[in-house]
């Protein structure tokens, strides 16, 4: 019980997290820690009075230099639970997050020289660390994978919503911390369910989950009336969890199912609530994040400008207007770095950007993959039309056709849009219906459970789309 509890799902501020990754963090911080204290020892072992000073006041630096390698480990996946890669992708990442905590100490020891460490105990240390985080990591990945550690659910239904449960979280990385007993079926209703366990038990719902160390029941009927009422509450009053296919999507997936959802469920479901002291703190992080965000970027956006001029001419416009929907429906001009034609639309008919667009320039191949056509955007941010984190907005045009197809679409109007957000990290770039509609389901989970530990979560973890380009078209 004690591992299936690790393995599973807690909220935290709000926003539901894998509780084992979280403890795998803390481990990596301990062991960086540890990393820092041999490094030392050994860059300094011929040296004993340089060691004995060292370690003296080595403690704080040792704590930084810990907490910012698990932070750049973090904004680079090695903490998500769906991360699909395999070792290379994993070495990839943990060679990458190295180079962020070289570049962050850097601007630490500069701004902090007090918290300076000597660049061979800081190779030493990130050797140590790179070398334990490796071990870590393989030891990490057999266990969770181990079916023993995982909490055993079983689906109450066989018809489309379970399908949801059979076709949407069928990878193992959508699995950390759960595996699937079975499905229940119940009479009359269609079986659609092709994968796992099938069946019918021989005995009542509450003497089969005990029997069988069920943790978890999830209620996925496609007919509300045919709900066991009675058997549902015996499971709950015994200690086994009983949830609707809605809420488990939101443990487990970060995302609601737009498509099962009633409207009575957001109604009286909990979150969708903003304003007071939530909007003032996420307004001040915003201008901060954004002041710093400008005062760090200006060389580059400088030079794209330059670069956009040298491709197009010195008459040919840098920055790109355009209409979005933002706050409550409000329509605003988005600003960015001009990466298309002038005359990309020169029929004025809106439309989606696709793979390979023949309308975007050289340069700005480049500044969308490395999303820096968006830097213009601090702007919107510092006048207020935008936050640093929300749903990206969208066209009117898009809006109207999109609300008209895809229900509670205008939901995600209810928070300012984002120059990143929840569903930038969790869905690629999206140019149909039907992404628009996936990518909705992350957007009212953030809608859902904002906050300001999310944002910086989000804001962390953009540096993974930016360096991989993940959805950048």
């Known amino acids: 019980m004690l591992a299936s509890s690790l393995l599973g799902t807690r909220r935290v501020f709000k926003h539901h997290v894998h509780v084992a990754y979280y403890w795998l963090a803390l481990l990596d911080a301990v062991l960086f820690t540890g990393a820092c204290y041999l490094g030392t020892f050994l860059y300094f072992l011929r040296d004993q009075a340089l060691l004995d000073s060292h370690l003296e006041t080595l403690l704080p630096r040792a704590l930084v230099f810990a907490i910012t390698t698990v932070l750049a480990m973090t904004s680079l996946g090695l903490y998500q639970p769906r991360l699909r890669e395999g070792l290379n992708g994993i070495l990839l990442r943990v060679a990458g997050s190295l180079v962020l905590v070289t570049i962050a100490m850097a601007a630490t020891f500069y701004l902090l020289p007090s918290l300076h460490l000597w660049r061979g105990v800081l190779a030493y240390s990130s050797v ?30 066989t018809g489309q919503r379970a399908l949801n ?49 069920i943790r978890q029941i999830v209620v996925a009927l496609d007919d509300p009336g045919a709900l ?46 903003a304003g007071g002291a939530k909007n003032r703190g996420k307004r001040a992080l915003d201008l901060l994040a954004a002041f710093f965000l400008l005062a760090g970027t200006w060389p580059l956006m400088l030079l794209t400008a330059l670069a956009i001029k040298l491709e197009d001419g010195w008459r040919a416009p ?17 600003l960015k770095f001009r990466s298309m034609s002038v005359d990309a639309e020169g029929d004025g008919k809106a439309r ?20 820096i056509d968006e830097l213009p ?73 904002q906050s300001l530990f999310l944002d910086c979560l989000v804001i962390l973890q953009t540096a993974e789309v930016i360096l991989f380009g993940k959805g950048a078209r």
Not at 248 to 269: M, N, T
């Open 128 to 157: 140590l660390a790179f070398t334990s985080c490796l071990i870590t990591r393989v030891i990490f990945a057999n266990t969770v994978e181990l079916e023993q550690f995982k909490r055993k659910i079983l689906v109450l239904g």
């Open 165 to 213: 449960i059979a076709e949407r979280m069928r990878r193992k990385s959508d699995r950390r911390g759960f595996r699937i007993a079975g499905y229940v079926r119940t009479e009359g209703e269609d079986t659609l369910v092709e994968t796992g366990s099938v069946f019918t038990p021989s005995e009542p719902l509450h003497d089969y989950a005990l029997a069988h160390d």
């Open 228 to 273: 066991p009422a009675e058997e549902l509450m015996h499971c709950r009053t015994s200690g086994i969890e009983v949830v609707n296919i809605l809420d488990f999507f939101e443990q487990e997936a970060s995302k609601i199912l737009v498509e099962e959802a009633p409207r009575e469920w957001f109604i009286y479901s909990d979150g969708f609530a």
């Open 318 to 334: 840098v920055i790109f207007r355009q209409k979005r929907v933002g706050l409550n429906g409000r329509v605003f001009d988005v």
């Open 352 to 371: 989606w950007a696709t793979t390979n667009d023949s309308r975007v320039t050289r340069v700005g191949q480049v500044i969308r993959k490395l999303r």
């Open 377 to 449: 955007q601090i702007v919107n941010v510092l006048v207020g039309d935008m936050a640093l984190v929300g749903p990206r907005p969208e066209r009117p045009e898009f809006v109207r056709e999109l609300s008209a197809s895809i229900p509670f679409f205008d939901k995600r109007h209810c928070v300012k849009p984002g120059i990143t957000g929840w569903a930038q990290l969790n869905y690629p770039y999206g140019a149909s219906t039907r992404d628009a509609l996936h990518k909705l389901e992350y957007d009212l989970y953030y809608v859902k459970n």
